[in-house]
């Protein structure tokens, strides 16, 4: 057991003027199973290369261990897996290897084969296991779940509970919840430690969250009754020191001097109502830095003609020789929020490209209705590039609504001016959500929209779909996400 300390941490990325981490300081233990979680954009990846020592810094970050990040650079992914894994562990034992491979469930025989014919989710657990041969480091994995199918995902969670010794960064609540023990969290204004797991902070949170909030409405209320008193009793000072030079009813002269004495006790006490005033501002400035804003969302879909939207008979899909799914029969009808679900290369995105109206080779029969319009959401976000108001413009959409959108989704104005290919990937998947809500449709079909997204835009995107009940097919592996959203769930051979 060590410790990695942080101290006074502060960086930029150069030529940007904004501060990403400003006097940081905090510790960790080398022996924890860190959850790492915040707003896309707030610095997580950033903050695992100044770990690494990729940029430079202000602060201080001190450390006994070594560190390795998730996932791996890799030159040549046509080779065979086993060279590979002698690339990224130089004196690897085999059957060290080969008891990671068994816990992860993946067969022997992926060894021989080159690294980019296995499966995302057999490449994620092959390289998973290479990083856990690495003794003496302290490993930073970074969002290891996406493409991560529901069983890969329970298999790799379990995993990674029987290990210790790293930072994970995911946007999976119920992952988090089954392999971590402490939750590393980038806030509005801090960076903060908790013990326990996701549900844990999560609860602590909101706690939290109550207490600020119940607490600035009293302070609210303090201030105002406060400035009012002050007010009246500077008001009744005034009063009282303009009869200094006035006379009694009865026609005696006043005693000045208590006059004076009584103006001046009132003035004192109106000054300390303000002091207390004062006061109660500064505590109310403490609070709500870190209640993170979650406008809610809103959609318009268009209503159909018909009841049933698509239907699908037998439907097999081919890519050359190969079957990506066979025999497949679906319908939606309106109002409905259909998951597709099954295991990796079941052929859930090849039949939502279907559905979508990508041209793939087919068999069966596919029938949508007439002048049905369709928003897709794809898993790959490789293509963005440009400015904001120019992808608004190329793709129809209102670019005040879009932008509007994004600024609901925790999207910094400063965004709006970069180049959509600077974006982080979380900032990337938005980018598409924005622009499908934009869109006049009848069916949503979204392919692993929460791919990179935070926990509270997953949350913002539940609370939309379940409040307005689009008609949607969806992929995706969030469980909690999808035991919330779905209205039917299809699984796929």
Request: glycine residues 6%; charged residues 25%; aromatic residues 8%.
């Amino acid at each position: 057991m060590s410790l990695i300390q942080v101290t006074n941490l502060t960086f930029a990325h150069e030529g940007s003027f904004d501060t990403i981490f400003e006097n940081v300081s905090f510790q960790i233990d080398t022996d924890w199973k860190l959850g790492f979680i915040g707003r896309n954009g707030r610095g997580k990846t950033t903050f695992l290369n100044l770990l690494l020592g990729n940029y430079e810094h202000s602060g201080t970050i001190s450390a006994k261990v070594e560190f390795d990040y998730f996932p791996f650079a890799l030159a040549n992914k046509k080779q065979p897996t086993i060279d590979l894994i002698g690339e990224i562990v130089l004196d690897y034992v085999h059957w060290e290897l080969m008891r990671e491979l068994s816990l992860l469930q993946v067969s022997e025989d992926v060894l021989d084969r080159p690294f980019d014919t296995l499966s995302s989710g057999e490449q994620t657990k092959v390289l998973l296991a290479a990083l856990f041969l690495k003794e003496d480091r302290f490993l930073l994995i970074d969002e290891p779940t996406n493409h991560l199918d529901q069983h890969a995902r329970k298999l790799v969670s379990a995993y990674l509970n029987s290990k210790n010794g790293f930072i994970l960064v995911s946007h999976d609540r119920a992952f988090l919840d089954r392999c971590v023990d402490h939750i590393l969290s980038i806030n509005k204004s801090n960076i903060e430690v908790q013990k326990g797991n996701f549900s844990d902070w999560w609860a602590n949170k909101q706690r939290q969250d109550q207490h600020e909030l119940a607490e600035t409405e009293k302070l609210k209320k303090d201030v105002k009754r406060l400035a009012e008193a002050a007010q009246r009793t500077s008001n009744w000072s005034h009063e009282v020191e303009k009869t200094k030079n006035g006379t009694r009813n009865s026609g005696s002269k006043l005693d000045k001097g208590y006059v004076g004495h009584k103006a001046a006790k009132m003035m004192k006490r109106a000054k300390a109502m303000e002091q207390r005033q004062q006061s109660a501002v500064e505590q109310k400035a403490k609070l709500l830095k870190n209640i993170e804003a979650a406008d809610s969302l809103k959609l318009s879909q268009l209503p159909y003609h018909k009841k049933q939207l698509v239907e699908l008979e037998d439907v097999s899909i081919f890519y050359g020789e190969r079957q990506a799914c066979s025999n497949i029969r679906l319908t939606i009808e309106q109002g409905e929020r259909i998951a597709l679900s099954g295991k990796n290369g079941s052929g859930k995105s090849s039949l939502l490209k279907l559905i979508a109206g990508e041209n793939l080779h087919y068999a069966g029969t596919s029938r949508k209705g007439s002048q049905l319009k369709i928003s897709y959401v794809s898993q790959d976000t490789s293509h963005l590039q440009g400015s904001l108001t120019d992808y608004a413009r190329d793709n129809g959409i209102d670019e005040s609504l879009f932008k509007s959108i994004l600024r609901k989704l925790d999207f910094p104005r400063v965004q709006f001016e970069k180049d959509l290919s600077a974006f982080s990937g979380g900032q990337k998947k938005k980018v598409l959500i924005a622009r499908s809500l934009c869109e006049d449709c009848h069916l949503y079909v979204w392919d692993e929209p929460l791919n990179f997204i935070d926990v509270f835009s997953r949350m913002q995107i539940e609370e939309l779909l379940l409040a307005y009940s689009p008609t949607i097919l969806f992929v995706e592996h969030d469980s909690e996400f999808r035991n919330r959203i779905a209205t039917k769930l299809i699984e796929l051979p």
